[in-house]
């Protein structure tokens, strides 16, 4: 996972919290776990999918009425992705980034989210983060990124607006003590 330093100069990713789906010689990808999607709800957005009946809400699971839709970064933002458990797969779509976590960008997975049938925990998000080749490597080295290890519970159990604290505390960091100037001894 990426931790965005405190001094991060680009309002798309202060404060963000992003799990690498990939990263290859070809680049990285990454979804942001803590900003949620202004005036869009999951139930809202089943609906404009024709996934849901407008009045189809109030059958939806009750832990899918309070699914949070996410901006998972500033590329293809109509573009929906989904990190779920691997409780979930669907052949050909799903993809498994490691034993606890999957990607599935179908829509074939929000219908059975919405039936009940879906994966016990998920995060959907619009869009995702990009980098060219050697993009992230340099932004690390420039000093506008702290790694941790990937946990599922801060993908899925933790609260959208705990996620970044969480993340810095995972670390063992103490915000007030970091510098946002990078240097080489």
Same mark, same amino acid.
Request: aromatic share 2%; glycine share 6%.
């Given at each position: 996972m990426l931790v965005a330093m405190p001094g991060m100069q680009d309002d798309r990713f202060q404060r963000t919290v992003i799990y690498i789906c990939a990263h290859s010689a070809e680049g990285a990808m990454g979804i942001v776990l803590n900003r949620p999607a202004p005036d869009v709800s999951f139930s809202e957005l089943l609906v404009q999918l024709d996934i849901?009946?407008?009045?189809? =809400? $109030?059958r939806l699971p009750v832990h899918t009425q309070r699914m949070k839709v996410l901006i998972g970064g500033p590329v293809e933002t109509s573009r929906g992705f989904v990190l779920h458990t691997p409780d979930f797969f @669907?052949?050909?779509?799903? @993809?498994? $980034?490691? =034993?606890?976590?999957?990607?599935?960008a179908t829509v074939d997975i929000l219908r059975a989210i919405a039936k009940g049938e879906g994966p016990t925990s998920a995060v959907l998000a619009l869009g995702y983060a990009g980098w060219s080749p050697g993009q992230l490597e340099s932004e690390i080295q420039a000093n506008g990124w702290l790694n941790c290890p990937a946990d599922p519970g801060l993908i899925f159990e933790a609260s @959208?607006?705990?996620?970044?604290?969480?993340? /810095?505390?995972? /670390?063992?960091i103490d915000l007030g003590m970091l510098s946002s100037e990078a240097g080489h001894a």
């Open positions: 849901l009946p407008a009045a189809g =809400e $109030i @669907l052949d050909h779509s799903t @993809l498994a $980034i490691d =034993e606890d976590v999957c990607l599935t @959208l607006e705990h996620r970044y604290d969480l993340a /810095i505390r995972k /670390i063992g």
